[in-house]
């Protein structure tokens, strides 16, 4: 199982860039910042897509994102708000599927 696939397990939602930033939301706290960078339009939650469809959903965004594309894990952490982001796959990366 990949990293990419245990965070969406337990992923609240997913938001993209439509260009090359590509998040996976664990937390409440994360989603409603997205609402407010904008990414609203762009950002699918679990209560819209399942497990399986958030994958495919990653894959398609990954396959039509630029070259500098990247999937982040990001959950609300006290403090070094920094600390909460986890490289899933990181620019210059092939994603294995």
Same mark, same amino acid.
């Given at each position: *199982?990949t990293t990419?696939?245990?965070?969406v397990? @337990?992923?609240?939602?997913?938001?993209?860039?439509? /260009?090359?930033?590509i +998040?996976v939301l *664990?937390?409440? @706290?994360?989603?409603q &910042?997205m609402?407010e +960078? =904008? +990414?609203?339009?762009?950002? %699918?939650t /679990?209560?819209? %897509? $399942?497990?399986?469809? *958030?994958m $495919?959903? %990653?894959?398609?965004?990954y396959a039509n994102s /630029? !070259?500098?594309r990247?999937i @982040?894990?990001? &959950?609300?952490?006290? =403090?070094?708000p $920094?600390?909460?982001f986890?490289? %899933?796959? !990181?620019? !210059?990366e092939?994603w @294995?599927?």
């Open positions: *199982m990419v696939f245990k965070s397990q @337990e992923a609240k939602a997913i938001a993209w860039d439509t /260009c090359h930033k +998040y *664990m937390d409440d @706290e994360q989603v &910042k609402v +960078y =904008g +990414y609203k339009d762009d950002m %699918l /679990c209560d819209e %897509l $399942n497990t399986e469809q *958030m $495919n959903t %990653l894959r398609d965004w /630029c !070259g500098l990247f @982040e894990a990001v &959950k609300t952490v006290k =403090g070094d $920094n600390k909460g986890t490289t %899933l796959v !990181g620019q !210059g092939d @294995e599927r």
